[in-house]
C-alpha cells in the first residue's frame, strides 16, 4: 500500500488490519479517523466535577496513544468492537485521573489543616475545546457544559445510546449489537426516546 491517499477510504477494519501487520501510516489514519469520536466519547462520560480539573483533550489523545500502543490485542470483530473497545479505555482513563484528584484533593486538605491556613481558591484550568457532534451541536462551552450535565442524569442505557450513535457516529446495526437491542429499528425507537428525555432535561436549564 504506497498511495498514502488510499488510506484514508480504507474501511475502519481493514485499516486495523493494516496498522496491526505494522503500517505506521494506517496507525495515523486510525488516530485522526478517531481521535474526534474518542474526544466525544470522553466529554460524554468525564462527569462535571473531573472536568473543572482536566481537560477532555488530554484524555482523549491519552486514550488514544494507549489504544495505538496496544492495538495488537485488539480482536477485529467490527467497528461496534472498536468503539466499545476504545469507550473502556477511556473509561480506565478517566477512573485514573478522578482517583489521582480524589487522592491530590484529600492530600492537600490534610496540608492545609496542618498549616492552618489557605484561602480556598481554585485555580483557572481553561474550558476543554468544543467537540461538534453528529447532532448535539450547540451554540458555545456553556451550552456544552449543560449538555453533559444532562448526559450524566439520564439513564446508563440511554447515555450509552446517544454516546454510540451521536457521539461516536456509529450505524444503527452497530449500536443495536452494542446495547442487545433486538433489530437496529428498535435501538432508533429507544434512541428517540433517550433523545426527548434529554431534551427535556435541556429545556429545563434554558437550552433549546
Not at 3 to 10: F, I
Not at 12 to 24: F, N, P
Not at 93 to 112: D, H, L, N, P, Q
Not at 180 to 189: E, N, V
Amino acid at each position: 500500500m504506497d498511495d498514502g491517499g488510499n488510506w484514508k477510504e480504507m474501511p475502519t477494519i481493514d485499516l486495523v488490519r493494516e496498522a496491526q501487520g505494522g503500517q505506521s501510516e494506517a496507525r495515523d489514519e486510525l488516530f485522526q479517523r478517531y481521535s474526534d469520536r474518542v474526544l466525544g466519547i470522553v466529554r460524554a462520560r468525564i462527569g462535571p466535577k473531573l472536568r473543572r480539573n482536566v481537560e477532555s483533550g488530554d484524555i482523549a489523545q491519552e486514550a488514544l496513544i494507549e489504544a495505538l500502543q496496544s492495538l495488537d490485542r485488539f480482536e477485529t470483530r467490527g467497528e461496534s468492537s472498536l468503539i466499545r473497545w476504545l469507550a473502556t479505555i477511556v473509561q480506565n482513563r478517566i477512573s485514573a485521573r478522578a482517583k489521582y484528584f480524589g487522592a491530590e484533593r484529600r492530600s492537600s486538605a490534610r496540608e492545609i489543616a496542618l498549616d492552618g491556613h489557605g484561602d480556598g481558591g481554585e485555580s483557572s484550568i481553561d474550558p476543554p475545546a468544543r467537540v461538534n457532534t453528529p447532532s448535539l451541536e450547540v451554540r458555545n462551552a456553556e451550552e456544552q457544559g449543560m449538555v453533559e450535565e444532562c448526559l450524566h442524569e439520564l439513564p446508563e442505557n440511554y447515555r450509552e445510546l446517544i454516546l454510540l450513535r451521536d457521539y461516536a457516529g456509529s450505524a444503527w446495526e452497530e449500536v443495536a449489537e452494542s446495547i442487545g437491542a433486538a433489530s437496529p429499528d428498535a435501538a432508533r425507537m429507544m434512541h428517540t426516546r433517550a433523545r426527548t428525555q434529554l431534551g427535556k432535561l435541556l429545556q429545563s436549564r434554558g437550552v433549546r
